[in-house]
């Protein structure tokens, strides 16, 4: 069975980087499309950036385009989110998620967070001064 695990979270101040990884385990990442979400407190889980089985596609929200960039390297079974100049808005915790290609586009898979079917426990990422 696939299981994920983010890793990358942590305190940065507004403007700076981190890189958030999501590894798989236990079932060859390739065969899926995954997601990368986050919910702040007293919000829903939103689809932050999502990523084709091969890699040949990609969607952005608005609100992280120019900002954010997800990769993957099938080979080492990990998908990654390198986020740049973020603001205390992005503060939340994120979330990995993968939906086997096929069933759903990285656009639908983005929109609609319940498409997924295999999700991580997440890591915090706290932007603030």
């Known amino acids: 069975q696939l299981q994920l695990v983010e890793s990358g979270g942590g305190l940065v101040q507004p403007g700076g980087s981190l890189r958030l990884s999501c590894a798989a385990s236990?079932?060859?990442?390739?065969?899926?499309?995954i997601g990368w979400f986050h919910q702040a407190p007293g919000k829903e889980r939103e689809g932050v950036s999502c990523?084709?089985?091969?890699?040949?596609?990609?969607y952005y929200a608005d609100s992280v385009k120019g900002r954010f960039t997800i990769s993957r390297d099938n080979a080492k079974n990990t998908v990654y989110l390198q986020m740049n100049s973020l603001k205390p808005e992005d503060t939340a915790v994120y979330f990995c998620a993968a939906r086997r290609a096929g069933f759903t586009t990285v656009q639908a898979l983005c929109a609609t967070p319940n498409r997924a079917d295999v999700w991580g426990q997440g890591t915090q990422v706290t932007v603030s001064s």
């Open positions: 236990g079932f060859p990442l390739n065969i899926y499309n």
């Open positions: 990523i084709s089985s091969s890699g040949g596609s990609t």
